[in-house]
């Protein structure tokens, strides 16, 4: 069995079961915000602070946001590994696709962090 260091889970199975939960959590989140934009016709800021200030709210946020980035990782993983190799580029793919990976770590972390900074007020 051939494993990739840049890989999130290590395995094929893996990465296919992160990206349906990530992607469930991602249209929980999506029917939840829909649903409660239609239903609250006359949305106020009072409302929405209140809604984003409870525990559970912040933590589905949290969790949301995760979501968006392991399932960015393995998608873009898979597009680059797929993509950019020295079959299809020559002998500089590797470096560029690490160098894009390292670019794809960075992009993450950094709205990770702000989207935490925003949620929980760090």
Same mark, same amino acid.
């Given at each position: =069995?051939?494993?990739?260091?840049?890989?999130?889970?290590?395995?094929?199975?893996?990465d296919?079961?992160?990206?349906?939960?990530?992607?469930?959590? =991602?249209?929980?989140?999506?029917?939840?915000?829909?649903?409660?934009?239609?239903?609250?016709?006359n949305?106020e800021?009072?409302?929405?602070v209140?809604?984003?200030?409870?525990?559970? =709210?912040?933590?589905?946020?949290?969790?949301?946001?995760?979501?968006?980035?392991?399932?960015?990782w393995?998608?873009?993983?898979?597009?680059?590994?797929?993509y950019?190799t020295?079959?299809? @580029?020559?002998?500089?793919?590797?470096?560029?696709?690490?160098?894009?990976?390292?670019? =794809?770590?960075?992009?993450? @972390?950094?709205?990770?962090?702000?989207? @935490?900074?925003?949620?929980?007020?760090?």
């Open positions: =069995m051939i494993t990739n260091v840049t890989s999130f889970s290590r395995s094929g199975v893996s296919w079961l992160l990206q349906r939960v990530t992607a469930v959590v =991602m249209a929980a989140y999506t029917i939840f915000i829909t649903f409660y934009l239609l239903f609250t016709p949305l800021y009072s409302q929405w209140a809604l984003n200030s409870h525990f559970c =709210m912040k933590t589905f946020n949290v969790l949301t946001v995760l979501s968006v980035a392991i399932h960015a393995i998608g873009l993983w898979a597009v680059l590994t797929d950019v020295v079959r299809l @580029l020559g002998p500089k793919a590797t470096p560029l696709r690490i160098f894009l990976q390292l670019g =794809m770590i960075a992009v993450t @972390l950094v709205y990770v962090i702000w989207a @935490l900074d925003i949620v929980w007020g760090i």
